[in-house]
């Protein structure tokens, strides 16, 4: 879980992260999305919450996250075994769910949309200026409801 609300990556890159892709508290990653288009690379930093998850779990010696068999994930298994554990919880949940989650709190913590665009993988800018202006509106519904208090 702390992979995804920690670095906003898809479900087929989050499978394939190990410790070849991270240095220096950096995670650097080609997401399979873009292979094919822009090539481009998501970097993202491992903060200290992430890094101690990581650090608290088993991991594989080519990959973060390993299946029960201590084998590296296939895309379509993960998904089901997060759903499994999301249903065992009690909560509803997906992976996509999870990278909205954090796109959502980047943005609302004042990221700009290159840098959503950066850190997501996106390559036009459309995505990430959903993510900030649903932000933007947000701040400025809370702040102008304040101003109703002002009323002469």
């Given at each position: 879980?702390?992979?995804?609300?920690?670095t906003?990556?898809?479900?087929?890159?989050?499978?394939?992260v190990?410790p070849?892709?991270?240095?220096?508290?950096?995670?650097?990653i080609?997401p399979?999305k873009?292979?094919?288009?822009?090539?481009?690379?998501?970097?993202v930093r491992?903060?200290?919450?992430?890094?101690?998850?990581?650090?608290?779990t088993?991991?594989?010696d080519?990959?973060?996250?390993?299946?029960?068999?201590g084998?590296p994930?296939?895309?379509?298994?993960?998904g089901?075994?997060f759903?499994?554990r999301?249903?065992?919880?009690g909560?509803p949940?997906?992976?996509h769910?999870?990278?909205?989650?954090a796109?959502?709190r980047?943005?609302?913590?004042g990221?700009?949309?290159?840098?959503?665009?950066?850190?997501?993988?996106w390559?036009t800018?459309?995505?990430?200026?959903?993510?900030?202006?649903?932000?933007?509106?947000?701040?400025?519904?809370?702040?102008?409801?304040d101003?109703?208090?002002q009323?002469?």
């Amino acid at each position: 879980m702390d992979l995804f609300l920690y670095t906003g990556l898809r479900r087929s890159d989050v499978v394939r992260v190990g410790p070849q892709q991270i240095a220096d508290n950096v995670l650097s990653i080609q997401p399979v999305k873009t292979q094919r288009s822009s090539g481009d690379v998501v970097t993202v930093r491992i903060l200290p919450a992430l890094a101690e998850s990581i650090a608290k779990t088993t991991t594989g010696d080519k990959t973060l996250l390993i299946s029960g068999w201590g084998k590296p994930f296939a895309v379509k298994g993960f998904g089901n075994c997060f759903g499994d554990r999301c249903d065992e919880a009690g909560v509803p949940g997906s992976a996509h769910g999870l990278r909205k989650a954090a796109a959502t709190r980047c943005a609302e913590n004042g990221a700009t949309a290159n840098e959503l665009m950066a850190m997501f993988g996106w390559t036009t800018l459309q995505e990430a200026e959903w993510y900030t202006r649903a932000a933007e509106r947000r701040k400025l519904g809370l702040s102008g409801s304040d101003r109703l208090s002002q009323i002469p």
